[in-house]
């Protein structure tokens, strides 16, 4: 079981609007993979997948993830899904949805969604780790990382 369901994605990214759960839902395991596991190491994105699955959160998980997760998550969701919104790929290729009674957004406006979206969601991220520092006694598995970049394996320019 993913770490969020399409309702919840639709229900904190978009509330309000009617949008078909199927339209987000292949982007879950994607966005989970992609932005949520380089964040909180694989150990413990192994522990909050596997207590998902049958909502039996330990310590301070079921906090971490309703309260900080799920927010940034169904954001990338949404940063992931977009595109396969915006064409669909068929076997005559590749093609924008005929939308009766509404104009297409322009690629400038989506671009700009798009980019919203993830402003969010990585602020929402950083969110998550202040809040897994705060509290790293309780969170053993998260990577002990160094605040610093003096630390990092970037090659020094001179």
């Given at each position: 079981?993913?770490?969020?369901t399409?309702?919840?994605?639709?229900?904190?990214?978009?509330?309000?609007?009617?949008?078909?759960?199927?339209?987000?839902?292949?982007?879950?395991?994607?966005?989970?993979?992609?932005?949520?596991?380089?964040v909180?190491?694989?150990?413990?994105?192994?522990?909050?997948?596997a207590?998902?699955?049958?909502?039996?959160?330990?310590?301070?998980?079921?906090?971490?993830?309703?309260?900080?997760?799920?927010?940034?998550?169904?954001?990338?969701?949404?940063?992931?899904?977009?595109?396969?919104?915006?064409?669909?790929?068929?076997?005559?290729?590749?093609?924008?949805?005929?939308?009766?009674?509404?104009?297409?957004?322009?690629?400038?406006?989506f671009?700009?969604?798009?980019?919203?979206?993830?402003?969010?969601?990585?602020?929402?991220?950083?969110?998550?780790?202040?809040?897994?520092?705060?509290?790293?006694?309780?969170?053993?598995?998260?990577?002990?990382?160094?605040?610093?970049?003096?630390h990092?394996?970037?090659?020094?320019l001179?």
């Amino acid at each position: 079981m993913p770490l969020i369901t399409p309702q919840e994605v639709i229900n904190l990214a978009i509330p309000g609007k009617n949008l078909d759960t199927a339209l987000v839902a292949e982007s879950i395991p994607i966005a989970s993979l992609k932005y949520i596991k380089p964040v909180v190491g694989a150990s413990l994105y192994s522990l909050l997948t596997a207590e998902s699955v049958g909502n039996t959160f330990t310590g301070l998980n079921q906090s971490l993830c309703n309260d900080y997760l799920k927010d940034a998550l169904a954001r990338y969701v949404l940063y992931e899904a977009l595109p396969l919104m915006k064409a669909e790929i068929t076997s005559n290729g590749i093609q924008t949805p005929a939308i009766d009674f509404h104009v297409p957004v322009n690629d400038t406006d989506f671009g700009m969604l798009r980019n919203k979206l993830l402003s969010d969601a990585e602020l929402l991220a950083r969110e998550m780790t202040d809040y897994l520092k705060r509290n790293r006694a309780s969170f053993p598995d998260y990577p002990n990382c160094p605040d610093d970049s003096s630390h990092s394996s970037l090659p020094f320019l001179y």
